[in-house]
């Protein structure tokens, strides 16, 4: 028997319909600025992605290209003035950054309402409080993914291999608000094996091509795919993709996300709503949390 595969362009689409929908019904469109310093192929075509899937669901797109040799001077003041422009709603800084620049720094500098990519200390602060947070974008697609398919979370075991702050923290942390007991496992993690064939959803984050093999994993389990590796290039000089997951899992598990074209799309997706949240809550006129939490002097 093969795994059903959870594709993920079907469930990008409903998210990022879902985004369209809140967009349009907003007083102001909500805009996206990405900041991308330097000309890193992958940064540029990622974020030549994200402009073009903002423009598709109806929200502005703006991207800021800065020179390689802009200073971490300048990019502070660019990030301080598009925080006080209120036709700003989500503000992004690809990664990664050039030598020479502080990363926290310039992530941290971001205000927390308008950070998509749900990075800063606040945003991950209020993700494991419970408090309306925005979440990464990984994580939050991966379990939008799961509930597009009709996977349940409440009561069953999920492990993640990787415990990177951009997914596998993250992402226990959203698996426990959605009542699955979350263990995460990493490269330290004793008796790997046995822990992942308890997993009823095992997600796969270690950044390793095809580390999780068929006798990891227990039948009938949903497996989630979120590597990304390349391992070289096609005749067609294509670069040849691998996911975490061995394909022969497949054979054993209930469903698979495939790779590429299974959790993907879902990060672009969820951007495009997290941009859409964080417009609904500005406009809205929140006070900003963590300004509403300063006494006054
Ligand atoms: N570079 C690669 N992935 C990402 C991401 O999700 N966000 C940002 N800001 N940079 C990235």
Redesign the pocket.
């Known amino acids: 028997m093969s795994a059903a595969l959870l594709a993920g362009p079907p469930a990008a689409g409903a998210l990022l319909d879902e985004a369209r929908t809140r967009a349009a019904q907003l007083p102001r469109r909500p805009e996206l600025h990405v900041i991308r310093l330097g000309e890193d192929p992958a ?1 540029v075509s ?1 974020v030549a992605l994200k402009e073009k899937k903002a423009l598709e669901v109806g929200l502005g797109g703006v991207v800021h290209a800065l020179p390689e040799t802009t200073t971490q001077a300048e990019l502070l003041t660019l990030i301080e003035r598009l925080n006080a422009d209120p036709a700003v709603s989500g503000l ?4 990664p950054l050039p030598t020479g620049i502080d990363s926290s720094r310039v992530l941290n500098a971001v205000s927390p309402d308008k950070d998509v ?1 749900g990075f800063h200390p606040v945003n991950v602060g209020r993700l494991w409080t419970g408090a309306p947070a925005l979440p990464p ?1 990984t994580p939050a697609g991966v379990i939008r993914l799961l509930d597009f398919y009709g996977v349940p979370l409440s009561g069953q075991r999920a492990v993640i291999v990787g415990r990177s702050n ?1 997914v596998g923290k993250p992402l226990a942390a959203l698996l426990l608000a959605r009542d699955a007991t979350v263990t995460i496992a990493h490269s330290r993690t004793r008796e790997l094996a046995a822990l992942t064939r308890q997993a009823d959803v095992l997600i796969a984050a270690a950044g390793r091509p095809h580390f999780i093999t068929p006798e990891m994993v227990r039948p009938g389990a949903v497996v989630v795919d979120v590597g990304i590796s390349r391992v070289g290039t096609s005749a067609a000089g294509r670069a040849r993709l691998a996911g975490d997951v061995h394909p022969d899992v497949a054979q054993v598990a209930d469903a698979l996300t495939p790779v590429p074209g299974g959790v993907g799309p879902m ?1 672009v997706a969820q951007l495009m709503l997290n941009t859409v949240l964080a417009a609904e809550r500005l406009q809205a006129g929140e006070v900003p949390q963590e300004l509403a939490d300063v006494p006054l002097p």
């Open positions: 940064s990622y992004l800084v690809q990664l990519d974008c951009i990060t």
